[in-house]
Nanobody, 115 residues
Framework: QVQLVESGGGLVQAGGSLRLSCAAS????????MGWYRQTPGKQRDLVAH???????NYADSVKGRFSISRDNPKNTVYLQMNSLKPEDTAVYYC?????????WGQGTQVTVSS
């Protein structure tokens, strides 16, 4: 089992920045992918960005150039630096951990961007 603990959400004005963190604990497999997804009411959960344990990244087109994902492998922690935030970035952000033996989600953290 893997547990994910997210932090860093909150309320920010448009144009501002936030940094999300997600720490994984438990039975961590060295080869894994960690990422962030977001969801608004009535819509599906969509990929924001993910990063492999080898450092390869992938971003949604809507956040390219504004968001940056990184990870600290010894700490099993992934970060999402969000800059130039827009009201349309408002959502619940979920951390995800994927590896050969499982697929886990965090509890979600609310990000609200005011105009």
């Amino acid at each position: 089992q893997v547990q994910l603990v997210e932090s860093g959400g909150g309320l920010v004005q448009a144009g501002g920045s936030l940094r999300l963190s997600c720490a994984a604990s438990g039975s961590i497999f060295s080869i894994n992918t960690m990422g962030w997804y977001r969801q608004t009411p009535g819509k599906q959960r969509d990929l924001v960005a993910h990063i492999t344990s080898g450092g390869s990244t992938n971003y949604a087109d809507s956040v390219k150039g504004r968001f940056s994902i990184s990870r600290d492998n010894p700490k099993n922690t992934v970060y999402l630096q969000m800059n130039s935030l827009k009201p349309e970035d408002t959502a619940v952000y979920y951390c995800r951990y994927i590896e050969r033996y499982g697929d886990y989600w965090g509890q979600g953290t609310q990000v609200t961007v005011s105009s």
